[in-house]
């Protein structure tokens, strides 16, 4: 592909294509005084607005040339500088998306972490759920226990054993 920092040699020498039409310009004049004579000829041979009319084209041409020419080094110099200005973006695109993938790895980097803590919470918190588990069963059993024993009607079961056994 071609680079839009290199141009062609039409767009990139404005300077030698100026030169150019100002030595076409220079040959015309020449050509005119070398040919005087004729031309002086023509002229009085045609009347003047029959040589005006036929020199009409020529005339235009040359003066759309010349517009053109100044047109067409500005269209130039714009499309130099646009693209210039689409390479600047591009670059700029492909920084945003170098950045954009290192924010994902950073994000994936950071999920990771907190998924490790998460489980660290989580091992900590289920240690500590399956001590106090057990410290609440023990305290039921003991709490079991208690109630048995002060129960009026099971101080009054086991009193009935005791006599019984003493009876025996």
């Known amino acids: 592909m071609n680079d839009p920092e290199q141009s062609n040699w039409w767009t990139a020498n404005e300077g030698t294509r100026r030169a150019i039409a100002i030595s076409s310009i220079l040959a015309l004049i020449l050509a005119v005084l070398l ?20 020199a009409l084209p020529a005339i235009a041409l040359v003066v759309l040339a010349y517009f053109e020419l100044r047109h067409s080094a500005e269209a130039n110099t714009l499309r130099m500088a646009a693209n210039t200005h ?41 240690k500590h759920t399956e001590a106090l588990a057990a410290h609440t069963a023990e305290l039921a059993r003991q709490s079991d226990e208690q109630s048995r024993e002060n ?14 056994a003493r009876i025996l």
């Open 35 to 54: 040919l005087w004579s004729d031309v002086k000829d023509f002229l009085w041979v045609h009347p003047w607005w029959q040589s005006f009319i036929a």
């Open 86 to 126: 689409r390479t600047k973006a591009n670059d700029l695109q492909s920084e945003a998306n170098a950045l954009q993938a290192q924010i994902v790895s950073l994000t994936q980097e950071l999920d990771a972490e907190r998924n490790k803590h998460l489980q660290q919470i989580a091992a900590n918190t289920r």
């Open 151 to 164: 129960n009026p009607l099971t101080k009054a079961f086991r009193a009935r054993q005791e006599k019984e």
